[in-house]
């Protein structure tokens, strides 16, 4: 799975209004009784905007986590990496998305697709984490 766009939430901030109540049609609603303020996205997804991007991913390697093609990942790069995160790795020029697995012997990069092959490094080789991915934002339409 490759990264295709890449967006920084740095300077987002937009309060969007949330009701915790049905929408009612034809009649005034009662639901302002209800009204609990807005709700910023970012605030409810960005823990930490300084080191905080989206990208856009394509791709197949991440299916069974419901991270598809299209999808977009919310990165955070202040995080540091753990076994069994989600993780944003670079390899070459293309950055991919993959699950990072820690042993004694070194690192695999999983691939949560069973149709697509791991990748092995070994104790003592590089590798360049880019980020951990904390979000997936999945679109429906």
Known sequence: MRVIAVSDLAEAGREKPIVVSPAMVGFASPSLDYYE?????????????????????????????????????????????????????QLGEDLEVKRLLIDSGGVTLGSDNPSRPNIRFEKGTSLSIWGVVVRAIHHYV
């Open 37 to 89: 303020g807005g709700i910023s996205l970012d605030k409810h997804l960005v823990a930490n905007p300084e080191s905080t991007f989206i990208l856009k991913i394509a791709g197949d390697s991440m299916l069974s986590v419901g991270i598809f093609s299209g999808d977009e990942i919310i990165v955070d790069r202040s995080l540091h990496p753990q076994h069994g995160n989600i993780v944003v790795v």
